[in-house]
Every structure is written in C-alpha cells, then in structure tokens.
C-alpha cells in the first residue's frame, strides 16, 4: 500500500486549489481484487473537504477511488498479458463555489506471473510432402505462451507417431522436416502427436497433432487386378460388350478413378474381330465370329500410366450355336442287296457330320415319310429291312432325314435307293467230264483238245453266265475250250464262277 502524502511546497500554494504529491506503484497480475493500491491526501487552502476522483486512465474501470478518504483500490483482477501499465488522472476536488481542481498522475506498472500455458494455434495441423524427396521441411506449428521471458519460452518435440524416426523438429522454431526419404506405397500418411512445453515449468504444456499426407510420384507400373478368361457367343453382335479389363496402379489411391491408364490392344492383326476401349478397358466385338473357324482367341492387352506400361494375356473362348446343318457324306446312296426272306436285315449306312458342338452337332436320322419296307437306326444311320425283299420290286427309293439335336434343330436329307438282286444260292457245277485226256504227240499248236461245260442252277442250269478259271494254265476267264497250246503241260486244274 503507498500513502500519497502532501509535499511540503505544497502548503505554499495558492488557496485556490487543492494540492497532491503522487507516487507510482507496480503490482503483479495476480494482485488480489480488493486490495489498496494507493492512498492519496490533500489539502485546500480555500475551503474543505477535497475531495478525490479518477478523472481518466481507469481502463475498463480496474480500480476504484473513495471519493471522501482518497483510497484508491483494486476493483478488477489485473492482467499482464491484457495491459501492462495504467496512467490515472486524479482529481482533487475542494468544496467551493465555484469547486476548484487540481490534477496529478499515478502511474501503475503491472508485472508479470506465469499464469499462461502454451497453446497450439491449431489443434490438427495438416502437411504434404512428396514421396521420394531428400530431407526436407513438411510444416512449422507454432505454440503461444502469453506470459513474458522465461515464462514464455516454449520447446517443441513428437511425443507420438514417429517410431521409425522419419521425422524431426526443431525445438525452439517448431519447424518439422523429414529425416529421410518416405515412400507412399508404404506409408501414405503419417500420424504424429507434437508437444509444445513452457521452458520454466514444463507441467505447463500443450498438445496438437500433426498428420503428413505423403504425395504421389509416379513410381509405380499399373497392375492388372486378375487373370481375364471371357466367353462369348459366336452370334454376338458388332459392339456387344464381351469383357472389362481393370487395373490398379500403386501410385494412386484406391478410391479414385483411375483416369491416368490407358488401355491399348498390343500387335493387333487386321482380322482381329476384338477392340478395346482406350479408357474404360472394355472389349467389345467390332468383327464377324465363326467358332468352327476360330474357337478361341489369345489377346495381349496393354496398360499405360504414360510414364510406366504393363501387358497381360486375355483369353477368348467363342461359345458354339447351331448354326450348321448336318451334311451327308454323299450326295445320294444307291445300294445293292439280294433278295431275302428274312426281315431286319442290315441294307447299309448313311453318314453324315455337323460341325457344332455338344447337341448341336448330335445327329439323328429318320426315315421320312416312314417307309414299309426299311428302317434306320436312329444314332448310326444303319438301314435295315423290316419285310422280306424280291425281285418282285427290284428297286426302292426313300428319303433320309438327319437330324441335330439343337434347341432348334437343323437338318438336312438325301436319297437312298436300294436295288434288290436275285440271290445266288447255288454254285455253278461241271458237265461230266472225263479223269484224263490224252493228247498226240504232234498235234498242231491251236488245235481244239476238249470243251468244259459248267451248269448253274439259279440260271435254271444255264451256262450263260459261268466264267472259268485255271490256276496253272492261265486260261481267260472266259475261256472254256482246251486248246494244243497247253500241252506243255502235264496237269492242269480248272474251276468256274
């Protein structure tokens, strides 16, 4: 407390005002509200009481004056870091009429106390740095203390998130760098709980965190995300959607659309019914697809970052339809069959093929319209009898029908025709004829030594159509008459058909 007294000049003063004597104080910040600041006397030649008044300089009305005792007290808290020094005007009034004034100056000189602790000006800090840089500076984060000197000096360090010491900070600037090279693919981001501590008392402290988002560069290929197998129909139309290509690329994150590859077919031929959309990466059918042609087709498709390319093999199976009828391995069958009495009887066979798949190229085959004297097995195309045949009708003709086994079957016909021929149930027979021939001597070359005759019953013992053959003296078949020409031999065999 600072009692102003009066000066001894003062009391030597015209009567006309009031006088004082000031002094000026200093009190700490954490002064307690209420208590005495100053207390101011005077006196007046004139005329009593003075009376005392704060005329200015009470900012925000921090202290308060007794009007009538001059006690001039602490009626706010003080506050270092808001103002540091007040300059008071003070009145000393008298009781006259008119009152006359004097004025003096208190000057209050507030100190400081550590009442303040650091503060982060954000609470989350958000950097970016480039993969693949050298050490370089990410962000400062900056902590105030408002109190003065030592009270005020703050220290920075990372408390949290940097266990593999991929970053430092300077602790008196709060500047953060890099300690070495970061890669993205590994880390994209980064984490990390800084710490700003009040050099005096380090209890006095605060905390903010700082999260390093690392940048791309392209370092990365792309990747294609599986191994593409596609089926498609041979019947797909030009520009039917047959397979989506896709890739990813490491450079980028997973949740972006990856705009930057490109996509490309690689040494693609001119008969290629294939194309590939250069952004989406879909194939699409741009030709005319023939599976029985081509069943499969081994595409290499290229992606491209425009820094980095990569390729893959797409695979194309092409799906069959019925598009193909069966076709008979002849343009039309004639067969030959004997008369018979007997039913079931195998005739002969049809063949024919379909060059589709599965039961678009499983053949059935029919007889159509159903004939009364043949069948055909439906799987082989075997032809066989279902009555006796004769000559009575020496020939037939039908119709057979094969069939696939499609969802809308194809088919095709061709005519058979089966010729019935007499039966040849006997074998021809010679005449009588004698053991041995005797032959003279010097009968002329070409001279007629003996005729065969053979017989066959189913020509009603006719000779008419009997060849002979002689295994050791080389007849012609059609021979039948011995001549001197053989007689240098000694035996000779003879037979007929």
């Not at 001894?8 to 005495?36: F, M, Y």
């Not at 006359?100 to 800090?125: A, C, G, K, L, R």
């Not at 290229?302 to 980095?308: K, L, R, T």
Request: hydrophobic fraction near 35%; aromatic fraction near 12%.
């Amino acid at each position: 407390m600072f009692v102003l007294l009066l000066c001894p000049w003062a009391r030597h003063i015209t009567h006309l005002a009031p006088n004082a004597c000031v002094h000026s104080p200093s009190l700490p910040e954490d002064e307690p509200v209420g208590s005495v600041v100053a207390m101011v006397t005077g006196f007046s030649s004139r005329v009593d009481p003075v009376m005392f008044y704060l005329a200015s300089g009470n900012f925000e009305e921090v202290f308060q004056m007794d009007h009538q005792y001059g006690i001039l007290t602490l009626q706010k808290s003080l506050d270092f870091e808001m103002k540091k020094d007040f300059i008071l005007l003070i009145e000393a009034r008298d009781s006259g009429s008119p009152p006359f004034s004097t004025f003096e100056e208190i000057h209050i000189n507030t100190t400081d106390v550590n009442d303040n602790i650091p503060q982060f000006t954000q609470m989350e800090y958000r950097c970016e740095v480039f993969e693949n840089s050298p050490p370089t500076l990410v962000c400062d984060v900056l902590a105030i203390d408002a109190d003065s000197g030592l009270y005020g000096t703050v220290q920075y360090n990372i408390t949290e998130g940097n266990s593999d010491y991929f970053f430092m900070i300077n602790p008196e600037n709060g500047f953060l760098t890099t300690t070495m090279s970061l890669d993205r693919e590994h880390s994209p981001e980064f984490n990390l709980t800084v710490e700003a501590v009040e050099w005096y008392d380090p209890n006095n402290m605060d905390r903010a965190t700082v999260i390093v988002t690392v940048l791309d560069r392209n370092d990365n290929a792309p990747r294609f995300t599986q191994v593409f197998l596609a089926e498609v129909s041979e019947d797909a139309p030009i520009g039917h959607t047959c397979l989506h290509v896709t890739s990813i690329d490491d450079d980028e994150d997973e949740d972006v659309d990856h705009s930057g590859i490109t996509y490309s077919i690689i040494d693609k031929s001119s008969n290629l019914p294939f194309d590939i959309d250069f952004v989406t990466g879909y194939i699409t059918v741009n030709g005319y697809l023939d599976r029985e042609f081509q069943d499969h087709y081994n595409i290499k498709v290229s992606a491209n970052d425009s820094v980095w390319s990569t390729s893959t093999d797409v695979t194309i199976s092409i799906t069959d339809v019925n598009d193909n009828r069966p076709v008979f391995s002849e343009f039309h069958y004639t067969m030959n069959f004997p008369e018979t009495i007997d039913t079931n009887v195998y005739v002969g066979q049809v063949h024919a093929t379909d060059a589709d798949l599965g039961l678009n190229g499983q053949i059935l085959y029919v007889i159509e319209p159903p004939s009364e004297e043949f069948w055909v097995n439906m799987t082989n195309g075997e032809i066989f009898t279902k009555q006796p045949m004769s000559l009575e009708n020496s020939e037939y003709s039908f119709q057979v029908i094969a069939y696939d086994c499609g969802k809308t079957p194809l088919y095709s016909n061709v005519t058979v025709a089966v010729r019935v021929q007499k039966r040849n149930h006997y074998p021809p027979i010679f005449l009588p004829l004698p053991r041995l021939i005797a032959v003279p001597y010097e009968l002329p070359e070409g001279m007629e030594v003996f005729q065969f005759t053979a017989v066959d019953q189913d020509e009603s013992n006719s000779s008419a159509n009997v060849q002979y053959k002689n295994r050791q003296c080389k007849l012609s078949p059609l021979s039948f008459i011995l001549t001197t020409s053989l007689l240098g031999l000694s035996l000779c065999t003879f037979f007929v058909v």
